[in-house]
């Protein structure tokens, strides 16, 4: 947070799934539910907004709320940018630096 603070960023809050696949619950990706969650508690629709993920569950679940999904290529991403199933129009980045500067370009 600080070191984010010091460019003029800010974290407003943190969102994540506790549960296992077991639990079935509605916030595991790529259910949507999480996003659901952010939606409401910032009263804002997810439509066109930028979800960045690693995952192919990460792109489904930005694709239900109507969020643009962005694969960056570290972690999972290499891997998912081959799956048959990425949603079409998906913009693949190397990494979170090259998305982030495309977004704000």
Do not use: W, Y
């Amino acid at each position: 947070n600080k070191a984010l603070a010091q460019v003029g960023g800010r974290i407003d809050a943190i969102f994540f799934c506790p549960h296992t696949s077991a639990d079935n619950c509605a916030c595991r990706k790529p259910k949507p539910g999480m996003l659901h969650e952010i939606s409401k508690r910032f009263n804002t629709n997810l439509t066109n907004v930028p979800a960045i993920g690693d995952a192919l569950r990460d792109l489904e679940a930005a694709v239900t709320v109507g969020a643009k999904p962005i694969l960056v290529l570290t972690g999972k991403g290499k891997k998912t940018a081959t799956d048959p199933e990425l949603p079409a129009g998906t913009l693949v980045f190397p990494d979170l630096a090259a998305a982030v500067a495309h977004l704000l370009a």
